[in-house]
């Protein structure tokens, strides 16, 4: 069976700050499956480690957000000084 244009489809791509939040409720989903009684073991560890992922590939992007800061800063700098 053919797949549908959804699935075919290019998706945009996420600013920074869209990433940023998509992330942060990633975090709290896994969390929240850490957190409750109501899941298997295998579910939480599932949640653990998607969790440690999340958190590595948040890491990275707030240094990437803090980067892109500071070059628009310098930037702006560079053009008060031409």
Same mark, same amino acid.
């Given at each position: 069976?053919?797949?549908? +244009?959804?699935?075919?489809?290019?998706?945009?791509?996420?600013?920074? *700050?869209?990433?940023?939040?998509?992330?942060?409720?990633?975090? #709290?989903?896994?969390?929240? $499956?850490?957190? /409750? /009684?109501?899941?298997?073991? *295998? #579910?939480?560890?599932?949640? $653990?480690?998607?969790?440690? *992922?999340?958190?590595?590939?948040?890491?990275?992007? $707030?240094?990437?957000?803090?980067?892109?800061?500071?070059?628009?800063?310098?930037?702006?700098? $560079?053009?008060? +000084?031409?």
């Amino acid at each position: 069976m053919a797949k549908s +244009w959804k699935y075919r489809r290019k998706r945009k791509a996420l600013t920074l *700050q869209e990433l940023k939040l998509r992330l942060t409720e990633a975090v #709290e989903a896994a969390e929240e $499956i850490i957190l /409750d /009684d109501g899941y298997t073991v *295998q #579910e939480k560890l599932s949640a $653990i480690h998607a969790l440690t *992922q999340s958190v590595g590939s948040f890491a990275k992007l $707030i240094e990437a957000t803090e980067l892109e800061k500071r070059l628009d800063e310098l930037e702006s700098l $560079i053009e008060e +000084w031409t």
